[in-house]
């Protein structure tokens, strides 16, 4: 029989401080990703029970995404090329002639002034993602494009030099007005 005094072992004294040592060097050098997402400022608290706002058909423009990605808006399918186009027509339509610095037709079937138009997003449960947010990115381009217009026209500026309350009245002029919510 052999005695356990003489049989050989393994010196793991030093295994934790390596150990130690690689948990330290991979938290020092990963890198956390910032998750990037849609930037919305989301609308008041709503204080009274009855939150229902009724407004007129002709200022929401009602655009869905079924489940095979395909954008509608109008009752007709959209490319995506083209929404931008048409959001920020039906944004700039002036129909009620109230808007001095709108560049749009005055169509009947489009919102009366950028203040009253609503932008309404349906997307089906089951829609690829992608086109939800080319959807979004549409939306964000229109009012860009037509916030810059209003910049060069109306304000005369260079949009760099802005200040908080030329900001605040640019966006002003053109409202960021989503609804995602099922509309009545």
Sequence with gaps: M????????????????IGFLLLIFFLVTTTIPNDKGIARKLPALCSTKDCDITKNERNVLRISINENGEIFTKNEIIAISDLEKVIAAFIDNNGDASCDYCSGFGLKD?????????ISITTHRLAPYAS??????AITSAYTTLREQYIATVLRVNPESLTEDELFQVREAYPLQISEAELK
């Design 2 to 17: 052999r005695s356990l005094k003489n049989t050989p072992g393994l010196n793991a004294g030093s295994m934790a401080d």
């Design 110 to 118: 489009s919102s009366d002034n950028p203040k009253e138009a609503i």
């Design 132 to 137: 939800f947010i080319e959807v979004q990115d």
